[in-house]
């Protein structure tokens, strides 16, 4: 059961991994120097964020899908899984396998449920997990809370929304990814705006202790010649009980097929059981 515990922790450290530590208070990018339609020569890059998020969002918006390949973790606990998204509003699903230390599991997310196949059957005959995301468990709290973030945030198009409003490009270089010529911006992210606008309480207390000792980290992203994610990396904070600095969640998502078409499908009724508790 504690080897389950652990597994299921890293599936809520992958799912906040996917959102770049949560959701912000607006869903619509601000600031940046230009008017929104506006957009930089391809041979320089953008010089503001807000540009650059406004380019990504209406090449992309048309692209409703994506393959995702992730690597990374936190401390000693590493993560490498590869999976589907669907970005289409309420109907938006992904399908994900994750490799981790504590072992391997498949992520499930359609119909606004979550599923989870663990390697260890909680019930006999029954390999998947159903989440209640609004049950009274408290680990299915957690998870729910994580999921749903991803489910609405895997989008990278809306997590560099979220950068935009608390951070800034602070190097533009070009680099070539798996044959594709690329645009690779350094965006510094602020820790502190970064706090202020979390709406979860414990994330913003701890992303304001942390403040203290760190003012900002980087985000790194891979656009290519149409606009589109390729690359996007991450290493988030992760302070220790006392805010102190500790060991970051990296995260690397490299993506491919935009707008290719996914198709998720619930694991058949008889092969899932509700998480325990809910």
Not at 66 to 71: E, I, Q, T
Not at 84 to 92: N, P, T, V
């Amino acid at each position: 059961m504690l080897k389950t515990t652990r597994l299921l922790a890293v599936a809520a450290v992958a799912g906040l991994a996917l959102v770049g530590c949560g959701t912000s208070e607006s869903g619509s990018p601000t600031g940046g120097s230009s008017q929104a339609g506006q957009e930089q020569p391809a041979k320089t890059g953008f010089e503001s964020l807000k540009d650059l998020t406004d380019a990504v969002t209406r090449k992309s918006s048309d692209k409703q899908s994506a393959h995702v390949k992730l690597s990374g973790g936190t401390g000693a606990t590493a993560i490498n899984g590869e999976g589907d998204f669907s970005f289409a509003g309420a109907d938006s699903a992904l399908s994900m396998t994750l490799t981790t230390s504590e072992g391997a599991l498949e992520m499930v997310y359609v119909d606004s449920v979550f599923y989870l196949k663990m390697p260890q059957e909680m019930v006999p005959g029954k390999p998947w997990v159903k989440i209640d995301l609004k049950g009274d468990n408290p680990m299915a709290q957690t998870l729910g809370k994580a999921f749903e973030q991803a489910q609405e945030q895997s989008d990278p198009r809306k997590a560099l929304e979220q950068f935009t409003e608390v951070g800034e490009i602070t190097n533009v270089e070009d680099d070539e990814i798996d044959g594709q010529e690329t645009k690779h911006y350094t965006i510094t992210v602020d820790t502190a705006k970064m706090a202020a606008k979390q709406t979860d309480p414990d994330m913003r207390k701890t992303l304001e202790q942390f403040a203290t000792s760190t003012k900002d980290f980087p985000v790194d992203i891979w656009i290519n010649s149409d606009d589109l994610p390729v690359r996007f990396v991450t290493a988030m904070p992760t302070p220790d009980a006392s805010g102190a600095p500790g060991a970051p969640t990296k995260v690397q998502a490299d993506y491919s097929k935009w707008g290719e078409g996914v198709t998720v499908t619930a694991p058949p009724a008889d092969q899932v059981t509700a998480f325990p508790g809910s």
